[in-house]
């Protein structure tokens, strides 16, 4: 197991690990290594970019923190690992929501098993679970994928929900937030493996999130959002301090 993977575990263990994400969709390799810089400034263990081979190597040079990368597909996962990535993640689905698509527990299960298969000895899997199952799916889908091997699971925070099919209903950053905690509570409770909060989460609710018995928080519009790369370090460091000290901050 390689130092990234060690660091990644030991935070995770302790219950501090702070994850940065660049976004599955982000091909912009300037604005992805603004991010992943802002992230080794700060002392983030871990970064989160896009399961594309280039956009890995290239991340795997800025920073010593643990490597994500993210797919919905598990081919391009494996070739993410392939060029260097710490973690596949599958996930999250953001980018097939705005196309309409909302994945069952099924086909999330059936996803992660093929990602097991693909990379399962050679990179962690950490597992998306969508926002938009209710509860009770979510907890046994969590319980399936402990079965499977899987070795972190994420929540998301549903930006949006089911409504009257076939339309969908935007959330509010609250309610986004909101539904996450929920969902973090209802999966540490459901598991044994280590849960990450993501969806919503900035430096003034990661107390909230270790509170809630999270073992780790992506964060990612909160610094995305950012005017430049200064100002992505300081709200990277604001995240990372919060999780040390558990203690809430203004955003």
Avoid: W
């Avoid at 993640?89 to 099924?106: I, K, M, P, T, W």
């Avoid at 969902?183 to 993501?198: F, H, I, Q, S």
Wanted: hydrophobic share 50%.
């Amino acid at each position: 197991m390689n130092a990234r993977i060690n660091a990644l575990k030991s935070a995770l263990e302790a219950r501090n690990a702070v994850k940065v994400i660049a976004g599955i969709a982000n091909l912009d390799l300037d604005n992805v290594l603004q991010v992943v810089r802002s992230a080794e400034a700060a002392g983030a263990v871990a970064v989160d970019v896009a399961a594309h081979p280039e956009i890995v190597k290239s991340a795997k040079e800025a920073t010593q923190a643990a490597v994500f990368a993210s797919s919905v597909d598990p081919a391009a996962l494996a070739a993410a690992v392939a060029a260097g990535a710490d973690v596949a993640e599958l996930g999250n689905f953001d980018a097939l929501y705005d196309q309409g698509l909302f994945l069952s527990a099924d086909e999330v299960l059936e996803l992660a098993q093929q990602t097991v298969s693909l990379v399962q000895g050679q990179a962690l899997v950490s597992i998306t679970i969508p926002g938009h199952l209710t509860v009770e799916s979510q907890v046994r889908l969590a319980a399936q994928l402990e079965a499977l091997g899987v070795d972190i699971i994420q929540t998301e925070g549903a930006s949006r929900v089911l409504a009257a099919e076939p339309t969908v209903k935007s959330l509010s950053q609250a309610e986004k937030e909101a539904i996450t905690l929920r969902n973090t509570r209802a999966l540490v409770k459901a598991t044994r493996l280590p849960v990450m909060t993501a969806s919503g989460i900035t430096a003034g609710n990661v107390a909230a999130a270790f509170e809630a018995g999270a073992a780790a928080v992506g964060v990612g519009s909160f610094v995305n959002k950012a005017q430049n790369e200064a100002e992505m370090v300081e709200r990277c460091q604001s995240v990372v301090a919060a999780s040390t000290h558990k203690i809430s901050v203004a955003c």
